[in-house]
């Protein structure tokens, strides 16, 4: 059974950066979707940005231009660079590794953006 690990998160100030990291427990995730979602108090788990297994990737309007996604496949490991960062990032993000039928999530790691 797979296992999701995620790191990085923390209390950063409007404007900073924070890499959050995920590693996955096998090599047979370099053939999923790897994604990270989040989600703040009262609202809805939102899809932030995906990397398919050929390198495509897709991103929320919301984050198009501050985030980067990329894997490392013999790492078996995903990263969300995220960049000039607002207060509306502040959220529990989640690490998503998918390939119908198998899902898997992380624990989630709290990223706080505030002055």
């Known amino acids: 059974q797979g296992q999701l690990v995620e790191s990085g998160g923390g209390l950063v100030q409007p404007g900073g950066s924070l890499r959050l990291s995920c590693a996955a427990s096998?090599?047979?995730?370099?053939?999923?979707?790897m994604g990270w979602y989040r989600q703040a108090p009262g609202n809805q788990r939102e899809l932030v940005a995906r990397?398919?297994?050929?390198?495509?990737?897709n991103y929320a309007e919301s984050v198009k231009g501050r985030f980067t996604i990329s894997r490392d496949n013999v790492k078996n490991t995903v990263y969300l660079q995220m960049n000039s960062l607002r207060p509306e990032d502040t959220a529990v993000y989640y690490c998503?590794?998918?390939?119908?039928?198998?899902?898997?999530w992380g624990q989630g790691t709290q990223v706080t953006v505030s002055s």
């Open positions: 998503n590794a998918h390939r119908t039928p198998d899902e898997y």
């Open positions: 990397i398919l297994s050929n390198g495509i990737t």
């Open positions: 096998g090599s047979i995730f370099r053939i999923y979707a």
